[in-house]
């Protein structure tokens, strides 16, 4: 409807932060990787927000969008949707307007 979206553009990260908050989250990721013949663990953010709602995760995709953050979809068995936000400029961005899930 013509209304939400003018909201939506109007206050973007109001509504990514809320559905962060609720069905969201912000984790430590790490990998590892062999340099110098040593395996080293490296740490870094990320952010997740998983739905079944189709309409919901295209609302979540295309604000992300809308604000500049780039972001992966992964489709799980359950048909529930996985969007994951991990490069590191992405992460500062959601970070300085997301803040922490309570």
């Known amino acids: 409807m013509p209304w939400q979206q003018r909201i939506v553009a109007e ?14 989250c912000r984790i430590t990721n790490w990998t590892t990787r062999t340099v110098g013949g ?10 997740f927000f998983t739905n079944t709602s189709a309409d919901i995760v295209h609302i979540f995709t ?8 780039q972001w992966k979809v992964t489709q799980r068995p359950s048909r529930a949707v996985d ?3 991990a490069r590191r400029a ?3 961005l959601m970070d300085e307007h997301i803040g922490p899930k309570y």
Not at 11 to 24: K, T, V, Y
Not at 38 to 47: D, T
Not at 62 to 69: C, K
Request: charged residues 20%.
């Open 11 to 24: 206050h973007p990260w109001a509504l990514l932060r809320g559905l962060i908050h609720s069905d969201g």
């Open 38 to 47: 040593q395996i080293k663990r490296y740490e870094y953010p990320r952010y």
């Open 62 to 69: 295309d604000t992300l969008d809308a604000v500049g953050v």
């Open 83 to 85: 969007v994951s936000v």
């Open 90 to 92: 992405s992460v500062a």
